[in-house]
C-alpha cells in the first residue's frame, strides 16, 4: 500500500470517528445515570486513544516508509497531515464538550484550531498567487479579490488573538497558579511550537547573516520541527479532553 493511500485511509476513519463523537445522542433524556457515568468516562478515554493513535500512526508511517527518517518530513507528509488531522480534532473536541453559552463565549478556541489547521495543511498559500502573510501579495500585482481574502484572513487572525488575550490567557494564568495539568499541557503546547518554527528554515536564516550551517544539522532541526509541532497539537488535545472529563465531572455532581 503507497504510503498516500494509507495517509488517505487514515484521513477517512479520523474524519468519521471526529463525526462520531461529534453527534449527540437522542435518547440522553431516558438514560440511566449508570448509562451517563459510562458516557462520562468513556469519551475522554475514547478521545485519547483516538489522539495516541494518530501520533503513533505518523511517526510509523514516517519510518517505515521513508529512509532516512527524515526525508518523510516534508510537507504533505504523514506528521503534517496528522498535525493537521489533530487541529481539527481539537476544534471537535471543544463543541462536543462545551455548552452553548461557553461557545458564544469562547468561539474564539474553536476558531483558533481550526486555523492551525489550515495553516498545517497550507491554506495560507495553497490558494492565492502568494502567501497571505507575503507582502507581495498586497503590493503586487494579484487580483484585488485574492487582497481581500487575504486582508480578511489577518483580520479574523487578529480578532481571535484579541479574544485569547482578552478572555482566555486570564483563565490559563489562573490554572497556572492551581498547578492545573491542562494549563501545563498549554504552556508546554505553546513553548514546543515557538520553538519548532525559531528552528524553521534555520539554513536559510542563518545564511541571511552569511554563515553556513553543517546540512546534517539542518536535516536534525528540521525533524524536531516536524515532530514538535506533531506533538504540540497532541498535547493540545489531551488538555482539552482534562478539561472535557473535569466539566463533565461537574455536571454528574
Given at each position: 500500500?503507497?504510503?498516500?493511500?494509507?495517509?488517505?485511509?487514515?484521513?477517512?476513519?479520523?474524519?468519521?470517528?471526529?463525526?462520531?463523537?461529534?453527534?449527540?445522542?437522542?435518547?440522553?433524556?431516558?438514560?440511566s445515570q449508570a448509562g451517563h457515568?459510562?458516557?462520562?468516562?468513556?469519551?475522554?478515554?475514547?478521545?485519547?486513544?483516538?489522539?495516541?493513535?494518530?501520533?503513533?500512526?505518523?511517526?510509523?508511517?514516517?519510518?517505515?516508509?521513508?529512509?532516512?527518517?527524515?526525508?518523510?518530513?516534508?510537507?504533505?507528509?504523514?506528521?503534517?497531515?496528522?498535525?493537521?488531522?489533530?487541529?481539527?480534532?481539537?476544534?471537535?473536541?471543544?463543541?462536543?464538550?462545551?455548552?452553548?453559552?461557553?461557545?458564544?463565549?469562547?468561539?474564539?478556541?474553536?476558531?483558533?484550531?481550526?486555523?492551525?489547521?489550515?495553516?498545517?495543511?497550507?491554506?495560507?498559500?495553497?490558494?492565492?498567487?502568494?502567501?497571505?502573510?507575503?507582502?507581495?501579495?498586497?503590493?503586487?500585482?494579484?487580483?484585488?479579490?485574492?487582497?481581500?481574502?487575504?486582508?480578511?484572513?489577518?483580520?479574523?487572525?487578529?480578532?481571535?488573538?484579541?479574544?485569547?488575550?482578552?478572555?482566555?490567557?486570564?483563565?490559563?494564568?489562573?490554572?497556572?497558579?492551581?498547578?492545573?495539568?491542562?494549563?501545563?499541557?498549554?504552556?508546554?503546547?505553546?513553548?514546543?511550537?515557538?520553538?519548532?518554527?525559531?528552528?524553521?528554515?534555520?539554513?536559510?536564516?542563518?545564511?541571511?547573516?552569511?554563515?553556513?550551517?553543517?546540512?546534517?544539522?539542518?536535516?536534525?532541526?528540521?525533524?524536531?520541527?516536524?515532530?514538535?509541532?506533531?506533538?504540540?497539537?497532541?498535547?493540545?488535545?489531551?488538555?482539552?479532553?482534562?478539561?472535557?472529563?473535569?466539566i463533565w465531572r461537574d455536571k454528574?455532581?
Amino acid at each position: 500500500m503507497k504510503l498516500n493511500h494509507a495517509v488517505q485511509i487514515y484521513i477517512r476513519s479520523f474524519s468519521i470517528s471526529g463525526a462520531f463523537m461529534h453527534s449527540k445522542t437522542t435518547h440522553a433524556a431516558a438514560a440511566s445515570q449508570a448509562g451517563h457515568a459510562t458516557k462520562i468516562i468513556s469519551a475522554p478515554v475514547a478521545f485519547s486513544a483516538l489522539i495516541a493513535a494518530s501520533v503513533g500512526f505518523a511517526v510509523l508511517a514516517t519510518a517505515s516508509y521513508y529512509t532516512p527518517f527524515h526525508s518523510g518530513l516534508h510537507e504533505d507528509g504523514p506528521v503534517e497531515k496528522v498535525s493537521a488531522a489533530l487541529w481539527a480534532l481539537c476544534a471537535i473536541m471543544v463543541f462536543y464538550f462545551a455548552t452553548l453559552p461557553a461557545l458564544r463565549k469562547h468561539w474564539q478556541i474553536p476558531m483558533l484550531f481550526s486555523l492551525l489547521c489550515a495553516r498545517e495543511l497550507d491554506f495560507d498559500k495553497r490558494f492565492l498567487s502568494e502567501g497571505i502573510l507575503q507582502l507581495r501579495l498586497y503590493s503586487g500585482d494579484a487580483p484585488l479579490w485574492e487582497k481581500v481574502i487575504g486582508g480578511l484572513v489577518i483580520l479574523l487572525v487578529l480578532v481571535v488573538l484579541w479574544r485569547l488575550l482578552r478572555v482566555n490567557v486570564p483563565i490559563l494564568m489562573s490554572g497556572l497558579r492551581h498547578l492545573s495539568a491542562w494549563a501545563w499541557g498549554g504552556v508546554f503546547a505553546v513553548g514546543s511550537i515557538v520553538v519548532a518554527k525559531s528552528i524553521d528554515g534555520i539554513g536559510r536564516k542563518f545564511a541571511d547573516f552569511g554563515v553556513t550551517l553543517d546540512p546534517q544539522l539542518i536535516e536534525t532541526a528540521m525533524v524536531y520541527e516536524e515532530l514538535l509541532e506533531l506533538f504540540a497539537a497532541a498535547i493540545v488535545a489531551w488538555s482539552i479532553c482534562l478539561v472535557g472529563a473535569q466539566i463533565w465531572r461537574d455536571k454528574k455532581a
